[in-house]
């Protein structure tokens, strides 16, 4: 049915410097857009006249301002998960740590069943519990929305079964729900 129609924009917000050392984001960290990240904001198309939303972190915040959307709604659900341990360091410096054991935890966290995550950080079901009801809520229309990798790569792994993907900031996935089921129709690098 048309009226039952959902166009979904999700936007991975603009590089930021701990992008560029990448590194794994504390909760609290909260690193404004680099002078590159400002400008390619700025150059994303997306549909003016759709209803936004972007994740509470002021990196995504200042990514929907930048592409035009300074009144998207604040949703708790876009947030990036929470990495616990992970949190502050590079994949060479978790392994030098921890040996093995952070593929162990990254790999529980992109599982929507696993009880597992990184210790003090989310779980999968946790986290991809909360991406589920934020998308099931979603009204008919258009919509973008400023998030991060990991509810973006959660939405593509809840929607269309998308296991893996290269989503570099600045990325767009663009996907369709109609009549209970969802397609991806584009996934654009930054440009």
Same mark, same amino acid.
């Given at each position: 049915?048309?009226?039952?129609? #959902?166009?979904?924009? #999700? ?11 990448? *590194? ?34 002021? *990196? ?69 519990? *909360?991406?589920?009801?934020? #998308? ?20 593509? *792994? #809840? ?33």
């Amino acid at each position: 049915m048309p009226g039952d129609t #959902l166009t979904l924009h #999700l936007i991975r917000h603009a590089p930021t410097l701990p992008n560029a050392q990448r *590194r794994y984001p504390h909760p609290h960290e909260d690193a404004p857009l680099t002078p590159g990240g400002a400008e390619l904001a700025r150059r994303l198309d997306l549909p003016r006249g759709a209803l936004a939303f972007t994740s509470p972190l002021g *990196r995504a915040r200042q990514t929907a301002r930048l592409a035009g959307f300074p009144d998207a709604l604040p949703q708790p659900a876009l947030a990036e998960a929470s990495f616990g341990v992970m949190a502050g360091h590079t994949w060479t410096e978790l392994e030098a740590a921890h040996g093995e054991a952070p593929r162990t935890w990254i790999d529980a966290l992109s599982d929507p069943h696993s009880p597992h995550g990184p210790p003090g950080g989310d779980t999968g079901h946790s986290f991809h519990v *909360r991406v589920q009801a934020w #998308l099931d809520a979603l009204p008919a229309g258009e919509v973008v929305a400023f998030t991060h990798a990991g509810p973006l790569l959660a939405a593509l *792994r #809840l929607t269309v079964g998308l296991s893996a993907a290269a989503t570099p900031p600045g990325t767009v996935a663009t996907l369709r729900r109609e009549g209970g089921h969802w397609w991806l129709t584009a996934l654009r690098p930054p440009t």
